[in-house]
């Protein structure tokens, strides 16, 4: 089947070697990115939430799509995968409807998290998550896309008293139910990492690297890791620095937290040039 040039793009990624995938979280920082030569972006719910003014899992289904979609026409030579949430539906048949409505947007690849997003349940039932990730295989296959399915396996995420085992045994059956890569967001060490990829049926992991975890991009390579992600973390970083500058004027009257020009001197040069190249 002929799939899209972004579709098949990001497919080959994933079939030798370890790549890197930032997550932008607006135009500009996905145009940046796509200008420092990296072969595919990714969404970040965080990210865009926090530019909209809202925390993380606050972000209505439709404002995502439309951010979905902005993102994807942002950098059209490149594959962009969607942080999905858990598909904005708790049903199979709403993740099936609502995937199809993310992969019109023209995304390469989506995810799908196993968490309910509520305090009292975070994670849907073994049985339910895995049926989740199911519909989402027969959606996008319906559709003929061949969009990356990406299944999320969240207990670190949400306080589970033994998350690792939990973990591969939802991976493994996420992997058994169609998802084409498989996703344990804050597994970090050499262990962990060797347990998630013996767990993946020989699928492509995903790592999200959301701080210095002492390792390099070769070292995840040799530990059997296909992509890297780095979620909210860059985001989050951009934060940093605007709240810690701000705090200085406002608790001690001084202006010595802004990186400067010296730092940012790039970014002007940067967009005109692309902005002519876009145009």
């Not at 994933?14 to 995938?21: A, I, L, S, W």
């Not at 949430?85 to 995810?111: F, H, M, Q, R």
């Not at 296959?141 to 207990?155: Q, W, Y």
């Amino acid at each position: 089947m002929a799939y899209s040039a972004q579709v098949a793009a990001f497919r080959s990624l994933h079939e030798t070697g370890c790549f890197v995938m930032p997550n932008p979280w607006d135009l500009g920082s996905a145009r940046w990115l796509r200008g420092q030569g990296f072969k595919a972006l990714a969404t970040t719910s965080a990210g865009f939430a926090f530019t909209q003014g809202r925390a993380d899992q606050d972000v209505p289904r439709d404002m995502m799509l439309a951010h979905i979609a902005e993102m994807v026409k942002a950098v059209p030579d490149l594959p962009v995968n969607a942080d999905f949430e858990n598909g904005y539906a708790d049903t199979p048949d709403g993740v099936a409807a609502n995937i199809k409505l993310c992969v019109a947007t023209g995304v390469a690849g989506l995810s799908i998290e196993d968490a309910t997003g509520r305090e009292a349940d975070p994670l849907y039932p073994f049985e339910l998550a895995v049926e989740r990730i199911r519909a989402a295989r027969r959606a996008i296959d319906e559709t003929g896309s061949g969009v990356v399915l990406t299944a999320r396996a969240e207990a670190f995420l949400t306080g589970h008293p033994d998350p690792l085992p939990e973990v591969v045994r939802r991976l493994g059956a996420f992997a058994d139910a169609g998802a084409d890569v498989l996703y344990a967001p804050w597994v970090r060490t050499p262990e962990q990492i060797a347990a998630v990829v013996a767990a993946a049926r020989g699928k492509p992991i995903n790592v999200v690297v959301f701080a210095d975890f002492g390792l390099t991009v070769a070292d995840f390579d040799a530990l059997g890791v296909r992509r890297l992600s780095t979620g909210g973390a860059s985001a989050r970083s951009a934060w940093a620095g605007f709240i810690e500058s701000t705090r200085l004027i406002r608790e001690e009257g001084r202006f010595s937290g802004f990186a400067g020009n010296s730092v940012t001197a790039p970014i002007e040069p940067f967009f005109r040039d692309d902005l002519k190249a876009r145009s």
